[in-house]
């Protein structure tokens, strides 16, 4: 593993640790802990941590919205369409820019 993983970060101004667990998805976020779970399966490769970490900050910015408890959204439905369309699309627009 080449990343520093930070200890915590800061969305939507509330702080969320960062911390490795034993757990059987790549990550979790509970809110209520203002926490961010990664699988230990997730040092294995930068990518899988990177894309683990931007997918669980994605359901914490949901939570603080109040999107995640609103009975009409299915919020990983949500999360998968930014991670897999809108973040792919972004990072080769910030690849072209240069930036």
Known sequence: MALKLPRSILIGGIKFRIVIAK???????????KEIRISRECLKS??????????EMLHASLAIA????????????????????????????????KL
């Open 23 to 33: 757990i059987d998805d790549y990550g979790q976020m509970s809110f209520d802990d």
């Open 46 to 55: 930068d990518k899988m941590l990177l894309d683990t970490i931007r997918h």
């Open 66 to 97: 109040g999107h995640s408890w609103s009975k009409r959204i299915e919020e990983e439905s949500i999360v998968r369409s930014i991670e897999h369309i809108f973040f792919p699309a972004i990072d080769l627009l910030m690849k072209k820019l």
